[in-house]
Structures are given as structure tokens and as C-alpha cells.
């Protein structure tokens, strides 16, 4: 019985650990987005996180977003740099005390997080941080960017 029991962990470890490999999850070497805030009004951020023992530079990097399920992305270029095992916070900007409606201010919570702020005015088709829940919002590096 004891065999038996081995013999089935060892087949279903085989396996779990060769599906993850196949998935992409047996190496994490590069950037990814880890959470996505889409809060009321324009509290909108995305978090990158950096699975990596490197200082990772972010010009090679851009958000993307294609809006309503368009082929087309609205990019922003990303610069500064995410500590290794260390998150790197992009947020729109939109700060101004002032700001009523479609400039309504971020929450002071969520200003204090940024690392980046980006896309002050929207002005298509660099509007990469304008996403709402049927939007799909990618992390782009040169060598994959459209």
C-alpha cells in the first residue's frame, strides 16, 4: 500500500510540475503585471512586478491597452527601473486638486503608491492607462511590441 501511494505522488508531481513548465510557469526570467486597479473615476494604476535577482531598466518596456477587444494598442512608454523581487507602481495621472468629471483627482492613497504617472490628457492613441473592465492590458517589451 505504502508503494502504491508513492508510486501515485511521484506520477501526479511528475505531472503538475511538467504542466506548469508547459504553461510558462517553470521560468519566470522577465517583468509581469501582477495587479491591475481599476477603482471609481480615475483611480486607475497597474503594478509590475520583477520575479528577477536584477535591476530591471523599463525603456524597453511600454503598457498597452486595446480597448473593447481592438487589435489596435493605445501604448505609453514606461521609464525608471523595478528592484529585483520588487514591484514598480504606474498610475494615471490625474493629481490636480482642481479637477471635476473626467479630471476628477486621484485618490490620495493611491498617488502616495505611484511610481510613474502617466497620461495626463487623453490623447489617442497613447492612452494606455483609460482602461475600463472590457479592456485587455498587456505589458509590452520591445521586441513584442506592435
Known amino acids: 500500500m505504502k508503494k502504491q501511494l508513492l508510486s501515485i505522488l511521484s506520477i501526479l508531481a ?12 517553470g521560468d519566470c526570467s522577465d517583468l509581469f503585471l501582477s ?3 481599476e477603482g471609481w473615476g480615475n483611480n486607475k494604476a ?3 512586478y520583477n520575479p528577477t535577482g536584477n535591476t530591471i531598466n523599463l525603456s524597453n518596456y511600454r503598457i498597452a491597452r486595446y480597448s473593447n477587444g481592438s487589435t489596435s ?13 520588487g514591484v514598480f507602481v504606474v498610475v494615471l495621472d ?4 482642481n479637477g471635476v468629471e473626467l479630471e476628477e483627482p486621484i485618490d490620495s492613497d ?3 503608491r505611484a511610481d510613474l504617472f ?13 482602461f475600463n ?5 498587456a505589458l509590452l517589451t520591445l521586441s513584442n511590441q506592435v
Open 94 to 97: 490625474k493629481r490636480d486638486p
Open 110 to 112: 493611491l498617488e502616495i
Open 14 to 25: 511528475f505531472t503538475v510540475s511538467s504542466f506548469a513548465q508547459s504553461a510558462g510557469g
Open 133 to 137: 473592465g472590457n479592456d485587455a492590458v
Open 35 to 37: 495587479e491591475y486597479v
Open 46 to 48: 497597474v503594478e509590475i
Open 73 to 85: 494598442p493605445s501604448p505609453v512608454t514606461l521609464s525608471g527601473t523595478v528592484a529585483p523581487y
Open 118 to 130: 502617466v497620461n495626463p490628457i487623453f490623447s489617442p492613441p497613447t492612452s494606455a492607462m483609460y
